[in-house]
């Protein structure tokens, strides 16, 4: 599809030659204290009615079909009108944006598996498409009508299919976002996870795209909203926190990896390794073992085939 703009040739010299501004780690799943309340709710409801043996029941392994979908601007057909009769009018065509190769892709999901192997989960990509919707690609934000457009259109798979959509996350700066488990009930076409194509293996969102094995931690940590986890600095230093018992309480986010930081005394240092904290990716390497229970007891809950 081949979108037309005009512009004036200085607009698009420095815009196609401005580089992009170096992302951060902000990541826009953040429920509300009345959003979790009603979670864990709903979790507490939702385990009490599978078999009274299931706990006895270990599982080794639960493989979770991928279904990705790559995102893109589409070709761009630009009209540069001419700034003095010395000049001429231009077409200039920009090339399609977000477009990402199969190779991060299955890069992706080679360091998924990596990261969750300790877990148990295993993530099988099942299926890639592609489409070139620039309204799609710069504007699939949380509860708006693209995401519903989008989505609706684009998901496949039931509860227990992980649906990942690359975009690019141009007028709010976020790396990405996740529906929660319990959500899935009453929007089962929004369930997913959407996360800025730049991020992927050999992206170009620094510090998030480095080359394999220590990258693509935007997607390992949105996997992990997907599964039930929440961040480790939910809460700070009082309440239930991530309602992880062995993640030590984080007053704030981390930034870098800012080793022996302690910003809740008497708990233990943060956690800033672990793959729920804002971190950068090369200092995220762990879940805790009370995290992986969490996230199996919310997928039997909530995402079990």
Same mark, same amino acid.
């Given at each position: ?9 200085? %607009? /698009?010299?420095?815009? *196609? ?8 780690? =902000? ?5 509300? +204290? ?8 709903? *979790? ?26 790559? *995102? ?18 231009? /077409? /200039? ?16 999901? $080679? ?18 498409? +592609? ?9 699939? %934000?949380?509860?708006?009508? =693209? ?9 496949? &798979? ?15 700066? /976020? ?8 959500? %899935?009930?009453?929007?089962? !076409? *929004?369930?997913? =996870? ?28 949105? $996997? ?11 809460? &700070? ?16 986010? $981390? !930034?870098?990896?800012?080793? &022996? ?32 229970? +969490? ?11």
């Amino acid at each position: 599809m081949l979108y037309k703009i005009i512009v004036t040739s200085l %607009y /698009i010299a420095g815009a *196609l030659a401005a580089p992009r501004s170096e992302p951060v780690r =902000v990541c826009g799943t953040n429920p509300t +204290r009345e959003e979790i309340d009603i979670a864990e709710s709903r *979790l507490a409801t939702a385990q009490a009615r599978l078999p009274t043996d299931s706990g006895a029941k270990v599982v080794q392994s639960i493989t979770i079909p991928v279904y990705w979908h790559v *995102l893109s601007s589409g070709d761009c057909e630009i009209f540069s009108a001419a700034r003095s009769k010395d000049e001429t009018d231009k /077409i /200039i065509i920009a090339p399609s944006q977000g477009n990402v190769p199969d190779e991060q892709i299955t890069d992706s999901i $080679t360091v998924m598996n990596e990261q969750y192997a300790p877990t148990g989960f295993v993530f099988q990509l099942t299926g890639t498409d +592609r489409t070139s919707n620039a309204i799609w690609y710069n504007g699939l %934000y949380e509860k708006t009508p =693209v995401e519903a457009e989008a989505k609706g259109a684009l998901r496949q &798979g039931g509860a227990n299919a992980l649906n990942v959509y690359t975009v690019s996350f141009t007028t709010n700066p /976020i790396l990405g976002y996740t529906t929660m488990p319990a959500d %899935y009930q009453n929007f089962p !076409t *929004l369930d997913g =996870v959407v996360i800025d194509y730049t991020t992927l293996p050999g992206g170009t969102g620094a510090p998030y795209n480095l080359v394999h094995e220590k990258s693509g931690m935007t997607l390992v940590h949105e $996997t992990g909203h997907w599964l039930g986890l929440y961040h480790t600095f939910e809460g &700070g230093c009082t309440g239930d926190g991530d309602m992880v018992d062995d993640t030590p309480a984080q007053l704030s986010q $981390t !930034t870098g990896c800012p080793i &022996g930081r302690d910003s809740c005394p008497g708990g233990g240092p943060d956690p800033i390794h672990n793959f729920m904290d804002y971190s950068n990716d090369s200092c995220m390497n762990e879940f805790t073992p009370g995290q992986s229970a +969490r996230m199996k007891a919310v997928y039997a809950s909530f995402r079990a085939a």
